[in-house]
């Protein structure tokens, strides 16, 4: 191996019956090595024990496999992968897998820096006795880890090798970015003798690009009571709230705040991130934050029911300096539990799309509350720059035009960045006609998210279209028409009380006006106007046409 290249083990456990994955597997990660050879830190390499385990003498055949791969050490990264069988028993475990992936998730519990994911084949099985029986058995084991968040499903091979591609891809750039962030030596020679880090776990999208938002940082960092210079000057407010619109960057400003080094002093014991959403399981929220206190913490992970669970996490809080992060929240009820559970030395940062929901988490007053802008002109120019250096430095005032025209969004910014990218370098000709179309909105609504901005749970990247309107779905069906009456207007939009009463067609606009304003959709910004950020008239453009 190269000096300063860092090798990440990954390490497959798999039953037979699902050979072609395996070799899928082999093929994505040679793929990922070539694309990382330019960076030049980092490798992964694949273990299984067909090419690193030789015949000896032991208790039985798996026996000899764990002896032999102890000695390469632990891996950085287990995939299980499962079909129909579970594979031969072993005098440990009910199969080679099964005992492979225990010994992974035992590892997994103790160290943030290493990762279990384990994949199910949900392919039709034929219904032979034989098979039906295994089948009950893989059903069992896959039902056992359902509660861990650890399992993704694949429907062929095609499926896996994208599913697998982008977790791996994913788990790279985290794991390249937590070191240089955290300002840790990337030469090591092994992944897994990396000290731990101190958020648990990882935020889901440690800021690669992290422009324009000095100030947004300074915000908060002094709500944590740190000026500008990151000395402490004070007590750090027990809890801190941020709403902006979708894609503004909220996720990416927290992440940035929990790898700043003077946050991380301000908070010795560690900091705990969570994301909400739209559906949140307090338990398993809360049971994974029992991983980060090692032994402490034991109760915490398997504690089944909410009131141990709060019990136990309110009991690990109490004397600790923490920064909890709980992101994307997207109703208070459940955001509220962490205030229940809040050490007297820690502090909350809520993430929300809607102001309301932040004003009623945050202890202070609503116009304290911190309301994060989109990017200003220049820096969302940098940002289009820094994807696409060629187009910008050829048609600036254009590029500047298309900051503009999508309201200096950071996610349209990000989507509309790589596209110009790649169609700058298929053909050049085409760049003004995307630079027009863009602008317009409704191409950007249609292409796909950044990468970051992955679906976990369905392993799919999501289009900009279907991020922006998890606000709008959560809109009663006539306040979501009147909203989209709004499509047709100029952007960004601005509007007034008489405006909207003839608009839709009603005797009093203010009910609706409140209801947008209160989840984000529309600001007022004094003299009785209201105005609406460009890619949501876009957005509302787009459900005009549904
Ligand atoms: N300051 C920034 N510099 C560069 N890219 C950014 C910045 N902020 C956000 N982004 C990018 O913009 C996209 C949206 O950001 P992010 O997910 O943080 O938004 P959000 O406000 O959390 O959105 P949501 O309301 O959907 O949760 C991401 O792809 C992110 O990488
Ligand atoms: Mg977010």
Redesign the pocket.
């Known amino acids: 191996m190269a000096v300063g290249v860092t090798e990440l083990q990954v390490f497959v456990a798999s039953p037979g019956d699902v050979q072609k994955e395996r070799s899928r597997l082999e093929t994505v990660i040679k793929a990922l090595n070539n694309d990382l050879a330019s960076g030049g830190k980092l490798r992964l390499r694949l273990v299984q024990w067909k090419t690193h385990t030789h015949p000896d003498l032991g208790e039985d055949a798996q026996d000899v496999i764990n002896r032999q791969l102890v000695n390469l050490g632990p891996s950085d990264i287990f995939i299980g992968i499962m079909w129909k069988s579970l594979g031969t028993p072993t005098k440990r475990a009910p199969s080679g897998t099964v005992e492979e992936f225990q010994r992974a998730y035992d590892l997994w519990k103790t160290n943030p820096h290493s990762h279990v994911m384990f994949y199910f084949n949900k392919a039709p099985v034929p219904p032979e006795a034989r098979e039906i029986k295994q089948l009950n058995k893989v059903l069992a084991f896959r039902k056992s880890l359902s509660k861990s968040g650890l399992i993704a499903e694949y429907k062929g091979l095609k499926d896996f090798e994208d599913q697998v591609r982008s977790h791996l891809s994913k788990l790279v750039l985290n794991w390249n970015l937590d070191k240089i962030l955290a300002g840790e030596d990337t030469a090591a020679s092994s992944g897994t003798s990396v000290k731990s880090s101190s958020i648990w776990p990882p935020p889901p999208?440690p800021p690669?690009?992290?422009?324009?938002?000095k100030e947004g940082l300074q915000a908060l960092r002094t709500r944590l009571g740190l000026d500008e210079t990151g000395q402490p000057t004070g007590k750090p407010q027990p809890v801190a709230a941020m709403w902006?619109i979708?894609?503004?960057?909220?996720?990416?400003l927290a992440a940035a705040l929990t790898y700043d080094q003077h946050v991380r002093k301000a908070f010795p014991d560690g900091i705990l991130w969570t994301s909400l959403g739209e559906r949140p399981t307090l338990l398993s929220a809360f049971a994974r934050w029992g991983y980060a206190f090692g032994e402490d913490g034991k109760t915490l992970a398997s504690a089944n029911t909410l009131a141990a669970a709060r019990h136990e996490l309110g009991r690990l809080l109490q004397g600790r300096r923490m920064l909890l992060v709980v992101d994307?929240v997207w109703a208070s009820e459940p955001a509220i539990e962490f205030k229940r559970i809040r050490g007297p030395d820690c502090t909350i940062v809520f993430?929300t799309?809607e102001p309301e929901i932040a004003a009623e988490l945050a202890d202070v007053p609503p116009e304290q509350v911190y309301n994060l802008p989109p990017l200003s002109d220049e820096a969302g120019l940098e940002?289009l720059r820094e994807l696409a250096r060629a187009v910008v430095d050829e048609h600036p005032e254009e590029c500047l035009k298309l900051v503009r025209a999508l309201g200096r969004l950071?996610?349209a910014l990000?989507v509309a960045g790589r596209m110009l990218y790649t169609e700058a370098k298929k053909q050049r000709g085409l760049v003004e006609k995307l630079l027009n179309d863009l602008g317009a909105g409704k191409k950007l609504l249609k292409a796909k998210?950044?990468a970051?901005?992955i679906d976990l749970e369905r392993q799919t990247i999501p289009t900009v279209a279907v991020?922006l309107r998890q606000s709008t779905n959560r809109l009663d069906k006539t306040t979501r028409e009147r909203f989209a009456k709004l499509g047709v207007l100029p952007r960004p939009a601005i509007v007034d009380e008489d405006m909207l009463r003839t608009r839709w067609r009603v005797k009093d606009p203010n009910p609706t006006i409140d209801i947008l304003v209160s989840r984000g959709l529309m600001e007022p910004i004094g003299d009785g106007k209201y105005q609406i950020h460009a890619l949501l008239v876009s957005l509302a453009d787009s459900l005009l046409e549904d």
């Open positions: 999208q690669g690009l992290f422009i324009g938002r902006g979708g894609g503004v960057g909220k996720t990416t994307d993430a799309r940002l950071p996610l990000q998210a950044p970051d901005r991020l």
